[in-house]
């Protein structure tokens, strides 16, 4: 199971996704507003929906959100930005789509059938690009080999991976290749925990920083207004003093250099997201896996999920 993204680091993806299409969001460049914490709630109600798909559907948002402004037709060569309106606006229908969607989906407890004496909700519409499942993919390559060889040469368009869950072993694929694929899926999982809790950490020693930072100053500015009685006191005042301001100042350093490595950290696993997005980007539109399962990085080059297919980084160009 993987874990919902922070809504942080969704509006971080919302935000790179617009700027790619050249479109300032104003409420998310100030995070202190009252729009971007409005924001951050509501993707914590979104997030905690069965149906939130993480990055799915924070793309399917960057894509209403474009829509919109494109709507209104913004003249050529003037920047192109989203009211803080217009952003919350969006935000609050798809979670209205979303709880409608929820709601009208019957689930039955594990283990137990769904009572067909109770009233159904009516079925929500069938997406558009679904993934065949895989006991149909593998029955289509067993007998038309011919047709799966002629849907290997268009570009194929982007679809949505299937759950991990319902992808089975390819045929012929052996118990190496299976169990390396299976080792690699878990490597990747404790890589994004280690990430997770590594800004967690990073995190929690800038607020202990902080807080030291602060008693010392506080503790300054009481030693500053304290009067000596005598010559022995002022020293031992000047002297505390001292401490306490280069304590200060030690403790401020430090925390800017955390800082600065959080930022270096967030700065490089979203490159490694960038490169990773490129190559899942690229073998889909080589079409080498027809059911469009997503790729999991292996020495050497790309799997897909269902273990059957293989790229190398040379024929990926990578």
Same mark, same amino acid.
């Given at each position: 199971m993987f874990h919902n993204l922070p809504p942080e680091n969704c509006l971080q993806?919302?935000?790179?996704?617009? &700027?790619?299409k050249q479109i300032t969001a104003e409420a998310l460049q100030n995070l202190d507003a009252a729009p971007y914490l409005e924001m951050l709630s509501l993707l914590e109600e979104l997030s905690a929906l069965p149906s939130w798909g993480n990055g799915r559907d924070i793309k399917t948002l960057a894509k209403n959100m474009i829509g919109m402004v494109y709507k209104a037709k913004p003249k050529a060569g003037a920047a192109i930005t989203l009211s803080p309106e217009d952003t919350l606006s969006c935000i609050k229908t798809l979670l209205a789509d979303r709880k409608a969607r929820d709601a009208s989906v019957s689930y039955s407890s594990p283990g137990? /059938?769904?009572?067909?004496?109770? /009233?159904r909700a009516p079925a929500p519409p069938a997406p558009i690009s679904p993934a065949p499942p895989a006991t149909r993919t593998r029955q289509a390559t067993k007998q038309a080999p011919l047709k799966q060889k002629r849907l290997r040469k268009p570009v194929l368009p982007k679809q949505e991976a299937p759950p991990e869950a319902t992808i089975e072993r390819d045929p012929g694929v052996s118990d190496d290749v299976w169990n390396q694929l299976e080792s690699d899926k878990a490597a990747?999982?404790?890589? =994004? &925990?280690?990430? +997770?809790?590594?800004l967690q950490k990073r995190q929690e020693e800038i607020e202990a920083m902080k807080a030291f930072e602060e008693a010392q100053k506080k503790l300054a500015e009481e030693l500053a207004a304290k009067k000596a009685k005598d010559e022995a006191e002022r020293q031992e005042f000047v002297r505390r003093q001292e401490e306490a301001r280069l304590a200060e +100042?030690?403790?401020?350093?430090?925390?800017? &250099?955390? =800082?600065?490595e959080l930022e270096r950290i967030r700065q490089q696993e979203l490159m490694r997201e960038r490169l990773e997005e490129q190559? +899942?980007?690229k073998l889909a539109r080589m079409g080498v896996c027809i059911a469009g399962y997503r790729w999991v990085k292996q020495a050497g080059g790309y799997r @897909?999920?269902?273990g059957a @297919?293989?790229?190398?980084?040379?024929?990926?160009?990578m």
């Amino acid at each position: 199971m993987f874990h919902n993204l922070p809504p942080e680091n969704c509006l971080q993806l919302l935000d790179r996704d617009l &700027k790619r299409k050249q479109i300032t969001a104003e409420a998310l460049q100030n995070l202190d507003a009252a729009p971007y914490l409005e924001m951050l709630s509501l993707l914590e109600e979104l997030s905690a929906l069965p149906s939130w798909g993480n990055g799915r559907d924070i793309k399917t948002l960057a894509k209403n959100m474009i829509g919109m402004v494109y709507k209104a037709k913004p003249k050529a060569g003037a920047a192109i930005t989203l009211s803080p309106e217009d952003t919350l606006s969006c935000i609050k229908t798809l979670l209205a789509d979303r709880k409608a969607r929820d709601a009208s989906v019957s689930y039955s407890s594990p283990g137990r /059938p769904l009572d067909n004496n109770l /009233p159904r909700a009516p079925a929500p519409p069938a997406p558009i690009s679904p993934a065949p499942p895989a006991t149909r993919t593998r029955q289509a390559t067993k007998q038309a080999p011919l047709k799966q060889k002629r849907l290997r040469k268009p570009v194929l368009p982007k679809q949505e991976a299937p759950p991990e869950a319902t992808i089975e072993r390819d045929p012929g694929v052996s118990d190496d290749v299976w169990n390396q694929l299976e080792s690699d899926k878990a490597a990747e999982k404790r890589r =994004l &925990k280690r990430f +997770q809790e590594e800004l967690q950490k990073r995190q929690e020693e800038i607020e202990a920083m902080k807080a030291f930072e602060e008693a010392q100053k506080k503790l300054a500015e009481e030693l500053a207004a304290k009067k000596a009685k005598d010559e022995a006191e002022r020293q031992e005042f000047v002297r505390r003093q001292e401490e306490a301001r280069l304590a200060e +100042q030690r403790v401020r350093i430090a925390r800017e &250099k955390a =800082l600065a490595e959080l930022e270096r950290i967030r700065q490089q696993e979203l490159m490694r997201e960038r490169l990773e997005e490129q190559a +899942q980007e690229k073998l889909a539109r080589m079409g080498v896996c027809i059911a469009g399962y997503r790729w999991v990085k292996q020495a050497g080059g790309y799997r @897909c999920f269902a273990g059957a @297919c293989f790229i190398s980084n040379a024929q990926l160009g990578m």
